[in-house]
């Protein structure tokens, strides 16, 4: 399995950014994408899951401003980073899991680094 983010890059806080996750791979048709972020000096956290019924979470601190999206047929992932904020800077990681036969199948991508300045 492999996941390839994109679509990174340094804005001016109010701007917006898509972030894409491209998985190929032997990925099981029922899963949950999520995008995570880590930020200097702190843990990774979620920011977003899809499964793949199209059921969302979000974090707190970016409900209604990001929308996370994907596209079975092409196995990609999107997040719509919209009136980004400083806060919004760090490394965001892709990631899809499932489970089969109780064990869970976890799976990360390379970070792409977003920064946004004021």
């Known amino acids: 399995v492999q996941l390839q983010a994109s679509g990174g890059g340094a804005v001016q806080a109010g701007r917006s950014l898509r972030l894409s996750c491209a998985a190929s791979?032997?990925?099981?048709?029922?899963?949950?994408m999520g995008w995570y972020r880590q930020a200097p000096g702190t843990q990774r956290e979620l920011v977003a899951s899809?499964?793949?019924?199209?059921?969302?979470n979000y974090a707190d601190s970016v409900k209604g401003r990001f929308t996370i999206s994907r596209d079975n047929a092409e196995s990609t992932m999107y997040l719509q980073m919209n009136s980004l904020k400083p806060d919004d800077t760090a490394v965001y990681y892709c990631n899809v899991r499932w489970w089969r036969s109780a064990h869970e199948y976890n799976y990360w991508g390379q970070g792409t680094l977003v920064t946004v300045s004021s």
């Open positions: 791979g032997g990925i099981a048709s029922i899963n949950v």
């Open positions: 899809i499964s793949s019924g199209g059921s969302t």
